[in-house]
């Protein structure tokens, strides 16, 4: 049975990576009245967002012009997130929206859903937040997306100590 959850308002909103480098899990994580909810979502899921917030409050300037700028400034202390982890499901797809009247933000991830399985059986969750967290969850997201493995510049794809298959060199290590 698929569960549907509003977390509204967030009183906090997070993401993190666990674990080494090349083996880390992504999270993505709400607080509201001392609970946590927790998605596990994709590194490029956390970058996408992380930009796409970005571009998100750009729009919501240009179209709401008497906003006042979305402050980003986090305490690092306060965006880590902690075991237990607990996952409710893997986010298959994450988007973002906006309510004027209330002035606030909503980040809504879907289960990611196995082919067989009917789109009506998918969970979902929606995070509340003040445009404030949402730009400290993109900047906070940016930063934890950075760490790990550096990026190969032909290819794109993630390079590991010992070396690198690019299939831009043809299979070549280097």
Request: hydrophobic content about 35%.
């Amino acid at each position: 049975m698929p569960i549907n959850i509003d977390v509204d308002p967030c009183d906090h909103i997070t993401a993190d990576a666990i674990g080494a480098p090349g083996q880390r899990v992504f999270y993505l994580r709400a607080y509201s009245e001392n609970r946590a909810y927790t998605v596990i979502i994709e590194k490029a899921q956390l970058l996408t967002l992380a930009i796409g917030v970005e571009q998100f409050l750009g729009e919501l300037s240009r179209k709401y012009p008497n906003l006042k700028e979305a402050d980003g400034d986090y305490a690092e202390d306060a965006m880590r997130i902690l075991p237990p982890e607990n996952p409710l499901f893997r986010a298959g797809e994450i988007g973002l929206g906006y309510d004027q009247e209330r002035d606030l933000a909503v980040v809504f991830a879907k289960e990611l859903l196995l082919e067989e399985q009917d789109s009506e059986e998918a969970s979902q969750i929606r995070f509340w937040v003040t445009r404030d967290q949402l730009r400290q969850l993109a900047r906070w997201g940016q930063e934890v997306s950075s760490r790990g493995r550096p990026i190969c510049p032909q290819c794109g794809q993630p390079m590991e100590a010992e070396g690198h298959f690019c299939p831009k060199k043809n299979g070549h290590l280097h």
